[in-house]
C-alpha cells in the first residue's frame, strides 16, 4: 500500500497501471520530470485523462487551444490541470525544468476539455476551530461528481500543516484512492494509518489504498505535507461522500 517511488532514466515515475502495480487502484497515473525544452504528448484512446501541474512552467495544447501555466510549488499556489476526454490529443511543453502528474482511467463517455486554473478550484479551510487545531488542513478539489459528472476520476489536493492530522475524522469510502506526497522540505515525513497498518510517508512517496479502509494521515512537527489525493469512481457507485467511522464520530459535536 506504500510505494517509496524513484524517476526512473526517463523522468518517470509510475504509481498505478490499471493492467500493472497497484491495478486495484483501476487508474493508470505517473509522474513526469521534464527538463526545459522536454516535450510530452498524449492521446488515449479509451480512457479519460487529466494533467495537473505540480510545479514549474509548461505550455498546454490541446484542440486549438493553448495555454501556459506556472506554479512555483504546491506550497504556494493553487493548481492548473487539464481534463480531456478519450481519443483527445495533449501536448505538454515544457517552459522551465517542471514536474507533472498523470491521471488516467477508462471511460467511453465524451465530453469538452477542461482547463482548471487556480480561481477555478474550491479550498476549504478545515479543521481550524476542532481538537485545538491539531487537524488543521486545507482541501482542494479540481474535479469531483458534483462539477464533472460525467468523469470517473476526482482529484484534489491536501495541505496538511506542520504537527497536524488530515483525512480526519477516520472515514472510509468503497472507491479506490491513491495520495501522493510533496513535503516543504525534502528530509519532511508524516504517517498514513491505512486500516490496521501505520506507514511512514516521505517526499515523493505514494500511497494506494483499497475501498473499504480507514485511512487518516499525519504530518511530523515542523513539516507541511502536501498530497494529491485521487479517487476511482465504481460503477455505478461514484464516490460522493465519506463513511465516518463509527468509534470516532463523537468528536465531531467537540
Not at 506554479?71 to 493548481?79: A, I, M
Request: hydrophobic share 35%.
Amino acid at each position: 500500500m506504500l510505494d517509496y517511488l524513484k524517476f526512473d532514466s526517463k523522468g518517470e515515475k509510475i504509481v498505478s497501471r490499471m493492467n500493472g502495480i497497484n491495478k486495484e487502484m483501476l487508474m493508470d497515473i505517473t509522474i513526469y520530470r521534464m527538463n526545459k525544452g522536454n516535450v510530452l504528448e498524449f492521446e488515449e484512446k479509451e480512457k479519460e485523462t487529466a494533467i495537473l501541474l505540480l510545479e514549474g512552467m509548461v505550455e498546454y495544447q490541446w484542440l486549438s487551444s493553448t495555454e501556459v501555466a506556472e506554479r512555483s510549488e504546491v506550497f504556494k499556489q493553487p493548481p492548473y490541470c487539464l481534463h480531456v476526454c478519450k481519443d483527445t490529443k495533449i501536448k505538454i511543453t515544457a517552459l522551465h525544468n517542471s514536474e507533472i502528474l498523470v491521471q488516467s482511467t477508462t471511460n467511453g463517455t465524451t465530453f469538452s476539455p477542461h482547463y482548471y486554473k487556480p480561481e477555478d478550484c474550491k479550498i476549504e479551510l478545515m479543521g481550524e476551530t476542532q481538537w485545538e487545531g491539531t487537524a488543521k488542513r486545507e482541501v482542494l478539489t479540481v474535479f469531483d461528481y458534483k462539477n464533472a459528472p460525467y468523469s470517473n476520476m476526482v482529484m484534489g489536493e491536501v495541505i496538511t500543516k506542520a504537527g497536524r492530522w488530515s483525512s480526519y475524522i477516520p472515514h472510509s469510502h468503497e472507491q479506490p484512492e491513491v495520495y501522493y506526497y510533496k513535503f516543504d522540505r525534502p528530509q519532511g515525513f508524516g504517517a498514513a494509518f491505512i486500516g490496521e497498518n501505520v506507514y511512514k510517508v516521505a517526499d515523493g512517496c505514494a500511497t494506494s489504498i483499497p475501498g473499504g479502509l480507514t485511512h487518516p494521515q499525519a504530518s511530523a512537527p515542523g513539516y507541511n505535507m502536501y498530497y494529491c489525493w485521487m479517487i476511482r469512481h465504481l460503477y455505478n457507485n461514484p464516490w460522493t461522500t465519506r463513511d465516518n467511522d463509527p468509534l470516532h464520530e463523537w468528536l465531531l459535536s467537540e
